[in-house]
């Protein structure tokens, strides 16, 4: 109805030339990038939005010693799914250079761990009774699934790297993504399966650490970049 294809161009129903298929590609592409980020910060500003509920049901006055804690309140849920969802969205992503992919793809794996593994309960204040006796059958349940997922996953990426490289060699930066994101993968299972005592007491530091020194590292060089290439345009400008 809005048009025919004709050749590489579609024809507008008036006749007149639109855009070609790959610079419609191209243009869904931008958003569905675009829409990426503006779903992170959502997400972002729905954990922000849980936070203040709970502090407001609690009495106003309540605030625990850190966002992990609010795991043991109602904020839980939210929580939960909002770093499994950030985590997703950090792996679509794609970098604007491969180390930043690189990062980018290890924060995503690092994301749900900090969601599914809880740190102790500091025991602080709630404005619900939202106790939870034993985390370790939601760990062995959620992280079990999280791994299983993980593993087909990295056979999926590493078929379509094959298939991208079209009997080629893959290329550098795809096989350190690749070699990093199954070492992470490989030492979360050993971990799991043979030390699951400290996993549960550690996993959670131990994701959460480094998933936000890779977003910090991500936002200072995105800044810097931008600053540079804004600066770079004013000297150019006449």
Wanted: proline share 5%; aromatic share 6%; hydrophobic share 50%.
């Amino acid at each position: 109805p809005g048009g025919i294809l004709d050749g590489r161009r579609r024809v507008g129903a008036s006749g007149g030339l639109t855009m070609t298929d790959n610079q419609v590609r191209g243009e869904n592409a931008l958003k569905t990038y675009r829409y990426l980020r503006l779903a992170m910060i959502g997400l972002v500003v729905m954990l922000g939005a849980a936070l203040v509920i709970e502090v407001v049901q609690a009495g106003g006055s309540c605030w625990r010693t850190s966002i992990s804690s609010y795991y043991y309140t109602p904020v839980r849920g939210v929580f939960i799914g909002g770093l499994v969802a950030v985590g997703i969205c950090l792996m679509a992503l794609k970098g604007n250079t491969p180390a930043e992919d690189i990062l980018l793809n290890v924060a995503g794996l690092l994301a749900p761990v900090v969601a599914f593994v809880p740190i102790s309960d500091p025991g602080e204040c709630s404005s619900a009774p939202s106790a939870l006796s034993d985390a370790a059958p939601n760990i062995g349940n959620n992280v079990g699934a999280l791994l299983v997922t993980g593993a087909l996953a990295a056979v999926v990426g590493l078929g379509l790297a094959v298939r991208a490289a079209k009997g080629r060699p893959v290329d550098r930066t795809t096989r350190i993504g690749l070699a990093v994101s199954f070492l992470v993968g490989i030492a979360a299972v050993l971990a799991f399966l043979f030390a699951r005592t400290r996993f549960e007491q550690l996993a959670h530091y131990v994701a959460a650490i480094p998933l936000f020194v890779i977003l910090i590292i991500v936002m200072v060089v995105n800044a810097v970049s931008y600053g540079r290439s804004r600066a770079t345009d004013q000297q150019r400008a006449p």
